[in-house]
């Protein structure tokens, strides 16, 4: 299958190719949408913007928000949806998440689990694999 044109359908074929090949401790749902919202605290010129990626614990569910506007360079989607996959890999059980202390954050085990997410996508295969999920 060749790759997708679309920046939308790519992000598409992307998720489901990291969800083929990590593991997470609850199931992902991928949600393109145009803009994230930031938090009602950020600054307004990040208010405006949003936020490029989110990702969230809902219950049982992991649910990944991507931006993808007009004009939004491909490869930055791609660092954006691998960024926030290593945010659902590096979570944990809701009991053992909880009571992480930096619970959210860029922490080793996000750092861990992004090196490994970014390595197996540009330097062994996953742009061109990824084409066909
Ligand atoms: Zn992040």
Known sequence: MPAARGNRERLF??????????QTPYPVTFRIVK????????????KRVGYYGSTERI??????RIACRPGMRRDDLFQTILHEFAHAVSM?????EDE???HGAHDDEWGLAYGKIYRR???E???ESSSNY
């Open 13 to 22: 074929q992307v998720g489901r190719w990291l969800r083929a090949t990590f």
């Open 92 to 96: 944990r059980h809701d009991r053992i």
């Open 100 to 102: 992480r202390l930096n």
């Open 121 to 123: 996508f540009y330097d």
């Open 59 to 64: 219950g049982r569910k992991i649910v990944i």
């Open 125 to 127: 295969g996953g742009v």
């Open 35 to 46: 803009k994230v919202a930031a938090a009602p605290n950020d600054k307004p010129a990040t």
